[in-house]
């Protein structure tokens, strides 16, 4: 991480708690699996999307409502 010149400062992810299936289970594995390789990652469960706002260095979101079809990129 120091090569990459990470300092060990904080990075504050939101995410709408429930939004996906499991999200919160696998957002507090992936808070540990990222502070082990020495990442410093807050996150921060918010009740909708309302709360979002422009806080934050992150969230968690999807685009595949629009790539739903493998061939998406022939028309991109």
């Not at 120091?2 to 429930?18: C, F, M, P, Q, T």
């Amino acid at each position: 991480m120091a090569d990459a010149g990470y300092n060990g400062e904080e990075i504050h992810l939101r995410v709408v708690s429930g939004w996906y299936v499991n999200m919160d289970r696998a957002m507090a594995v992936a808070t540990e699996m990222w502070k082990e390789v020495g990442l410093n990652v807050r996150v921060e469960f918010i009740e909708n999307w309302g709360q979002m706002g422009q806080e934050g260095d992150g969230y968690a979101s999807s685009d595949n409502m629009w790539m739903t079809d493998p061939r998406w990129w022939l028309v991109v």
